[in-house]
């Protein structure tokens, strides 16, 4: 997902060759204002047709509407080509600062629970990388110093809202462009132009050789060692989009490192299921606790081409991108799969009714969490007609999970599309499904902390709502990252901690032992009783505390 325009990144300038545009491609021409009668082309047939004492470490099975206690709520803010953050080169840092900020002021006021931030858009660094330049998309000059460390001040105020802090990597992506001498000098494509090509109007390194595989490696993990980040994060490129009457310039490596391969198809996956296993393997010798998670095209294949695919029928991600995702779900080399199911349900070469329960059934055959990646730009945009589409979306989702395969959450494309709430579509999800806060679902496998109940010693009614103080008087090693909030009616011996609606906020802890949250939720006058829990880093969850009453 990278151009807003299809994530992905497009160039406005380039001719709508409908046949070679990528999702998000065909997006990024769709907000230059070039793409309606793309549309008509592309879709105009597509006629509607364990640690701790865990307190759960899924997601709810409940009923379709109303608010669950875990799901995974996130939103994409894309950097490439200034989609969303930063909205333009140029920003002082401290504007860079305050627009970050207001996207995170966006999650919270939708109540979502996580953040995918591009980081590395086009080997290039949201942060001081020794291994790749600056990214031109922070001050419009690639190489040059934004004057802070970007990624460094992230972590810092998303972990402040208590949010998940997924950095998300374009991996073989060199630039939106395809003269290799408009990279600075220093730059790896540069000083080794064996490592890539050009295809499509657009540098690639050449997912084939090793020594660019290696690169990447530690291009990414440079970033997971030395910054707190809660998961590493691709979306569907892997291999280009094709582009018509193009053919990707790999014949003189596939010579070379193709042997016993039966063609250059079979290699070509076969790199790049080298490339995410190894990703894998690499990130949890680091740091066992970070997620890894992949966000590729909503189609693995067809039912038409493989009867293990889903009924639909669309461009498969394994034969355009050579991307074998399903494989990956199934050897249990991701922690959780976002696929991008941007389709409204009822459509006949892409239901999303028929590839919600596709997807959740592959999943549900490892320890892989499941996330839908939604099409919110699709309402802006006019594509979704119905602002019930959204909602009725995650209706389906929590279906799915009721039937025995677990649908895990949501994510939403882009950023900039939520406070447009075109049609009030985030609203009726906020109202339907998000009016209280969400866990985070905990993703089997990862370590866990055996945090400790905390001691709520006070609840207060002030002017403000209900002051709370609690103590996280554990060893330091078993000290809390956050605490959950849960509130019921009147004075009560008990609050049900795994009914949804009894969760009033989560919140960060502040280090030390004396923990405090004022409820602004607070009716005044209104009698309640509370209890806290405590959660570790991958949200295993305590017992509740003793009640006290406001």
Not at 16 to 38: C, E, I, K, M
Not at 194 to 213: H, I, N, Q, S, T
Not at 528 to 535: I, P, S
Request: hydrophobic share 40%; with cysteine; proline share 7%.
């Amino acid at each position: 997902m990278t151009l807003p325009v299809a994530p992905s990144g497009i160039e406005p300038a380039a001719p709508p060759d409908v046949q070679g545009l990528g999702r998000r491609g065909f997006l990024t021409l769709a907000t230059a204002g070039v793409a309606g009668s793309a549309l008509t082309v592309t879709v105009g047939s597509m006629a509607p047709a364990a640690a701790a004492t865990a307190t759960g470490t899924g997601t709810d099975a409940d009923a379709a509407s109303g608010p669950r206690k875990r799901e995974l709520r996130a939103m994409w803010i894309a950097s490439v080509v200034n989609i969303d953050w930063p909205s333009r080169t140029g920003l002082s840092a401290d504007e860079l600062k305050d627009e970050y900020r207001h996207w995170l002021d966006v999650a919270v006021r939708f109540r979502l629970n996580a953040v995918f931030v591009q980081v590395r858009p086009t080997a290039d660094a949201f942060w001081p990388s020794p291994y790749e330049p600056w990214s031109e998309y922070l001050t419009g000059t690639q190489g040059q110093d934004p004057g802070f460390d970007p990624l460094e001040f992230m972590v810092a105020e998303t972990h402040a809202r208590n949010l998940e802090l997924h950095a998300w990597y374009n991996p073989y992506r060199v630039s939106m462009q395809s003269d290799p001498t408009r990279l600075v000098a220093e730059h790896p494509a540069r000083r080794h132009p064996d490592w890539g090509w050009e295809y499509g109007g657009k540098l690639y390194f050449d997912p084939g050789k090793p020594e660019a595989r290696e690169h990447i490696y530690l291009a990414i993990l440079h970033s997971v060692g030395h910054y707190d980040l809660d998961g590493v994060h691709f979306d569907d490129y892997f291999y280009p989009y094709p582009v018509s009457g193009q053919e990707i310039p790999d014949a003189d490596t596939y010579a070379t490192y193709g042997a016993g391969f039966a063609g250059i198809e079979d290699w070509r996956r076969h790199n790049v299921d080298t490339f995410v296993r190894e990703m894998s393997v690499r990130i949890k010798q680091i740091k066992p606790w970070v997620k890894f998670g992949i966000s590729p095209f909503g189609i693995w294949r067809n039912a038409s081409t493989d009867p293990r695919g889903s009924d639909t029928a669309g461009t498969q991600s394994y034969d355009a991108q050579y991307a074998d995702t399903r494989r990956w779900v199934l050897e249990g080399w991701l922690d959780y799969v976002n696929p991008q199911i941007y389709w409204q349900i009822g459509l006949a070469v892409a239901d999303y009714a028929a590839l919600v329960p596709w997807w959740a059934d592959v999943a549900s055959r490892s320890n892989t969490h499941l996330y839908i990646g939604e099409a919110l730009y699709k309402v802006t945009s006019g594509v979704f007609t119905d602002p019930a589409e959204l909602s009725n979306h995650l209706d389906l989702c929590h279906d799915v999970t009721a039937q025995g395969t677990p649908v895990h959450g949501n994510a939403w494309y882009s950023a900039k599309h939520l406070p447009q709430d075109v049609g009030g579509a985030m609203s009726q999800v906020l109202a339907d499904h998000y009016s209280r806060p969400a866990l985070v679902p905990v993703v089997p496998g990862l370590p866990g902390t055996a945090v400790r109940p905390p001691v709520l010693a006070r609840a207060t009614h002030t002017g403000d709502g209900v002051a709370l103080r609690w103590l996280d008087a554990a060893p330091l090693r078993a000290r809390a990252t956050s605490f959950a909030v849960y509130r019921t009616d009147g004075h009560r011996k008990h609050v049900d901690v795994d009914d949804a609606t009894h969760l009033v906020a989560t919140a960060r802890t502040r280090g030390g032992v004396v923990q405090e949250l004022v409820d602004t939720t607070a009716e005044p006058g209104t009698d309640y009783t509370y209890v806290v829990t405590a959660l570790d880093r991958v949200w295993n969850e305590s017992d509740p505390s003793h009640v006290r009453h406001a």
